[in-house]
């Protein structure tokens, strides 16, 4: 069952029960994406969470996790992540990142998105999108590498090209926070950087199952956590996006346990088919 890093390889009915965890997170995030729009409090997108949460008989990750007081993790404009909800008000214009996770029968799910309301600067659009975009390409080398650090390889590749199509304003990868191994725990190993690096990861075999999720910003990636100890901001003040999935890797390949095709439609433009679960 473990391996390097003590990594916790799934069964195929464990991750059976890992992706009904993922549907209760993707319809979740689903109603929280109805309820966005200027003049709704960020509280009140948690709420909304919650309630789909429990009300199919799971359990929110979040909640009360190392002391997190609430179900979502709700990130505005220079926030890259954990953001608290609260009183904060949704503006036209703002870049919004929503993270959540969710428990069935032990099993977890995760899965974030980013959106910009009203799509009022086309470069947070760009930003958003070219996060969405490092997150598939990283999903995909999932499918297609032999060992982890070809995520990370293929999302520095996505957001290099983008720099590339820009003249050269390149996007910063936030290197301090890191994808990661999830199953019984929310986070176990192994780390999954976004970013390229020395060590190649651990060897990709079945039953390996991780949630990939870059954090891209408009400026440099330094950051600092905000006093209520959880949220995280960038230095510079610059827009950040994040997005999230949870990626199980099975005999015949990988389907995305919190997508609801489980990322049938995104992969299969990647040259990926996702596996039978």
Known sequence: MFGRERIEYKTPEQVAVMRRAGLVVADALDAVRASLAPGVTTAELDAVAEDVITSAGATPSFLGYHGYPASLCVSVNDEIVHGIPGSRVLQPGDVVSVDCGAVVDGWHGDSAFSVVLDAADAADVD?????????????????????????GEAVEEVVEAAAARAGGAALGIVEDYVGHGIGTAMHQPPDVPNFRTRDRGARLRPGLCVAI?????????????????????????SRAAHWEHTVALLEDGIVVLTARDGGAERLRGLGVEIATL
């Open 127 to 151: 930003l958003v999108s070219t996060t969405e975009d490092a997150l598939w390409a990283g999903i995909a080398a999932l499918a297609t590498g032999e060992r982890l650090g070809a995520v």
């Open 213 to 237: 999720e870059p954090m891209l910003v408009r400026g440099a990636e330094a950051n600092h956590v905000l006093a209520d100890d959880w949220t995280v901001v960038t230095d510079d003040g």
